[in-house]
């Protein structure tokens, strides 16, 4: 046997003499040169080889024999995985040395039925592909059409080509993100509906799912695990396996996740005097269906593998989800929050990404990762937004995570007192960092396990207190939370503070509400100079007692207050504020800096439970504060929503909530916040005479050259040559909101914006609703009965109580039919209370200009449908004037 895979003999049972290569990833890695084909075979190393393979080298002089030695393996098993020759600089010198070399490397592959190979001199490094290569030409490996030269020692390497080399075209794909948006809106109902559970703990659920499928997918889990095997009927499984998919999941798949993702006993969190609570967790320990109250001996858990196995069909029909879409990493949570009106006990934990995202800007992040140990820290994180959306982004923290350590390298600590919300916030680190995870050896996933558990902290010692009962001194180089919102109760916090002499000195003039103790948690967790993002009800601003403010102005710089619109955050109507500081080098300096405030009319979704897209403040707002803090003696506000005011302003004696001291009238009105209700005589009198003189020219204008467009026909609606009459289908209000999305569904409003919601296009396509990506005429059926828009959306479905009509022939305007159809209907008198039925809509008849020779005329009515659209422009001219002298007092000058 060859001297050199003595190294590699381990004594096995019996004390027979077994061979084990050093680890490599989940592989085993032999470093040969000595040792022949026939003598791996005889250790046992290898499986097979064979002589007889199809390439035929060009250059190299070698051949196939059983005597081939190849340099180095890496093998799973006896099944070779990747064959590596090495070589001197000076033997790839030249191009027609590489080649030789790599063809020498593929007759090994061959031999070994290998598909990847490596050819390296220690720095460079050229990949082999052999998918059974028959031609006399080595198939190179590229990346975004370059050769992929990648070290393949580099942990994650060989399982990233495994993966995603796509074999016939020698290239590394990189697979599109897929957005599991819909697939959350599915489980959703199939979980709420089977349990009945809170939402958090339904969304804990889906989480949970949702890995094992990740899992399964990147063939982590055994073969024997995986999710796939479980798709099969109930009759099958059992018959088989001799119980349920559930009772399968539950007794063999979550105990080895477990193991994968351990609690986190092994792990000292970096806290100062931190002291373990009721217990450690796991990402996996959330499943609805063991709740208490929920499997019992009359409702046996195998009598939810239905409704289990409805869900994992979801998932196995959405495919592979490997590689997440970045905004779904970012707003899962909150796409579950719209799923339920229990909304308040899953909103408390969560702040909206728009926020999240423009307190980020704010703060200097890439800064702060170049300082030596630099720790960021939120003291009540929640599911981890704050601690994990930088992660996404390259002008904020991404490539914090040191892959090959599986470290940080800027510090993350997010502490949070509720346990399943730290389950929650450690399983959404594993979401925002898949793709990383996706490339790690099996050590390195047991790293990224004990790190996770490392930056989510459970600090429930004290339920009451949470991480108040661990104060900090000078720890972190920034802080960003979102604090609690509680007044009632705090009273019993202060008791249990009282208890504890150093707690007492530490949270001594407080003031009110466990925001304030927060506040003094943070400013004495600061480090001197370090900056915190703080996001505070208005009581903390509005109350005129001093202490906490003392407390501020001593020890901090207040750099900026922010003013949030109400409604900002799901679970409270209060106005809520930013607050920016910046912790002084030395406690009792003067402030010499202006303070910024600024006020946000919008944030960029709407402050409802549907929170869809609108206007975006926030992006202004962190924008110019980011240039105020880089040049504060040059910075000039940009809009009337942004001021610079002395520090002389905030007295400790004074409110300070910016809304109602900083802004005149004018300015409030400016910005929309306030109405001018008076007029005087003198511009009544001109808005009057300038309006309706507007009003007489375009009349005017509009009546020139209509004669020339009299001569009409009638068609009927009901006429399938030049139209045809399509039924909307049932979708209900709680249909867009279970299945929310981004495709309107247009019903029986007098309002062409105004939609009963928006739903999700997969959801449609599982109902058979059609949807429309056509310019299409759509008429109220019933409610605005006879209301007629023509639709452009690029995308929409329509409702039941709506009837579309589509143009089939290009005889036929779209614009002038929408305007004759709506005389026609104001003519015919429908009744609101009345139904539009489809065979009394057909016999509707409208009027269409012709041509002199009576055909049916395409540029008559064209120029009639643009004098239409005149009229109608004119119509809401009227309209608004008379708007803006609603609810005016004309006043003498």
């Avoid at 190849?70 to 010198?93: F, H, N, Q, S, Y």
Wanted: net charge positive.
């Amino acid at each position: 046997m060859s001297e050199e895979l003595q190294r590699y003999q381990v004594t096995g049972t019996g004390g027979r003499v077994q061979y084990q290569g050093e680890a490599f990833d989940s592989f085993q890695r032999y470093v040969l040169g000595a040792t022949t084909l026939t003598q791996l075979k005889q250790a046992g190393i290898i499986e097979s080889f064979v002589n007889e393979i199809a390439f035929q080298p060009k250059i190299w002089r070698g051949s196939s024999s059983q005597a081939s030695r190849p340099d180095e393996l890496i093998v799973d098993g006896r099944i070779v995985k990747l064959v590596i020759e090495r070589k001197t600089p000076e033997e790839l010198a030249t191009p027609k040395l590489e080649e030789s070399a790599a063809e020498q490397c593929l007759t090994y592959m061959q031999q070994l039925r290998c598909q990847l190979g490596v050819v390296t001199d220690g720095t460079k490094f050229l990949w082999i592909n052999d998918p059974e290569n028959k031609s006399s030409e080595v198939r190179y490996i590229y990346d975004e059409q370059q050769l992929f030269t990648k070290n393949y020692r580099q942990a994650g390497t060989l399982q990233k080509v495994l993966l995603e080399l796509d074999k016939e075209s020698d290239s590394i794909k990189h697979p599109p993100a897929v957005d599991p948006s819909s697939l959350a809106d599915k489980v959703w109902q199939t979980i709420w509906l089977a349990t009945h559970e809170e939402p958090k703990l339904c969304l804990s659920t889906f989480v949970e799912i949702f890995l094992y499928k990740f899992l399964s997918d990147l063939e982590v889990l055994p073969n024997a695990l995986r999710i796939n095997n479980l798709n099969l009927s109930e009759a099958m499984y059992t018959a088989d396996k001799g119980m349920t998919q559930i009772e399968f999941y539950v007794q063999n798949v979550r105990p080895h996740l477990k193991r994968l993702f351990p609690e986190g006993k092994r792990i000292t969190p970096p806290i100062a005097n931190f002291i373990e609570g009721s217990d450690t967790t796991s990402i996996i320990d959330g499943f609805a269906f063991l709740e208490p109250g929920i499997a019992t001996h009359n409702h046996p858990l195998s009598s939810f593998n239905k409704s289990f196995m409805d869900i994992i069909k979801a998932f196995m029909e959405f495919g592979r989800i490997t590689n997440i879409d970045s905004e779904f990493k970012s707003r899962v949570y909150e796409k579950f929050l719209k799923k339920s009106a229990k909304q308040q006990k899953l909103g408390q934990y969560l702040t909206p990404r728009n926020i999240v995202r423009a307190i980020l800007e704010m703060a200097d992040l890439k800064a702060i990762k170049l300082r030596n140990n630099a720790v960021i820290c939120d003291p009540a994180s929640g599911v981890g937004g704050f601690i994990l959306e930088p992660l996404l982004h390259e002008e904020l923290l991404k490539g914090n995570l040191e892959t090959n350590t599986v470290q940080w390298k800027a510090k993350l600590i997010g502490l949070e007192v509720d346990r399943q919300t730290n389950i929650l916030a450690k399983a959404n680190m594993l979401i925002h960092l898949a793709e990383e995870y996706r490339a790690f050896n099996q050590k390195q996933r047991a790293d990224f396990a004990d790190l996770m558990n490392a930056t989510f902290i459970l600090t429930d010692h004290d339920k009451m207190l949470g991480s108040l009962e661990f104060p900090q001194q000078d720890a972190f180089d920034l802080i960003i939370t979102n604090i609690p919102f509680v007044v009632r109760g705090t009273r019993m916090v202060k008791a249990r503070i009282a208890e504890s002499a150093n707690l007492k000195t530490q949270y001594g003039k407080s003031g009110t509400g466990m925001e304030s103790l927060f506040l003094r948690y943070i400013i004495n967790a600061m480090k001197p100079g370090s900056s915190a993002f703080v996001i505070i009800p208005k009581g903390v601003l509005a109350r005129t007692e001093t202490s906490l403010k003392t407390c501020l102005k001593e020890n901090c710089e207040l750099d900026a207050i922010i003013s949030l619109p109400k409604k900002s955050f799901y679970n409270t109507t209060n106005p809520t504020y930013i607050l920016a500081l910046t912790k002084k080098t030395s406690k009792n300096t003067l402030q010499r800096s202006k303070v910024f405030v600024y006020m946000v009319r919008e944030i960029g979704e709407t402050r409802d439970v549907l929170r869809s897209p609108c206007r975006n403040d926030l992006r202004d707002m962190a924008r110019q504060f980011r240039i105020f803090k880089a040049a504060q003696e040059l910075y000039e506000p940009r809009s009337v929503a942004c001021k610079l005011v002395d520090i002389e302003n905030f007295d400790t004696k004074l409110r300070w909530d910016i809304d109602s001291l900083f802004w005149n009238n004018d300015e409030r009105k400016e910005l929309g916040l306030i109405k001018d209700d008076a007029i005087t005589l003198t511009d009544f009198q001109k808005l009057t005479t300038s309006t309706m003189g507007s009003i007489s020219e375009t009349l005017e204008n509009l009546k020139n050259g209509a004669s020339s467009t009299n001569k009409q026909t009638e068609i009927s609606l009901g006429d399938p040559q030049y139209f045809k009459l399509l039924r909307g289908r049932r979708v209900t209000r709680k249909d867009c909101q279970r299945h929310s999305g981004d495709i309107p569904v247009i019903s029986g409003r007098g309002k062409k914006e105004s939609y009963l919601g928006h739903v999700s296009e997969d959801w449609l396509k599982e109902q058979k609703i059609p949807v429309y990506t056509k310019p299409m005429i759509v008429i109220a059926a019933n409610g605005n009965v006879g209301t007629v828009f023509l639709r452009d959306e690029p995308k929409y479905a329509v409702h039941d109580d709506a009837i579309g009509i589509e143009i089939v022939s290009e005889k036929v305007d779209p614009h002038y039919v929408l305007y004759a159809i709506r005389a026609s209907v104001a003519t015919a008198r429908f009744q609101y209370d009345a139904k539009l039925y489809q065979k009394r809509l057909s016999k509707l008849k409208i009027k269409i200009p012709t041509a002199d020779d009576d055909t049916i005329s395409k540029e008559k009515q064209q120029v009639l449908a643009s004098k239409f659209e005149g009229l109608e422009n004119l119509k809401h001219q009227v309209e608004r004037f008379a708007k803006n002298l609603e609810n005016k007092v004309i006043v003498a000058d």
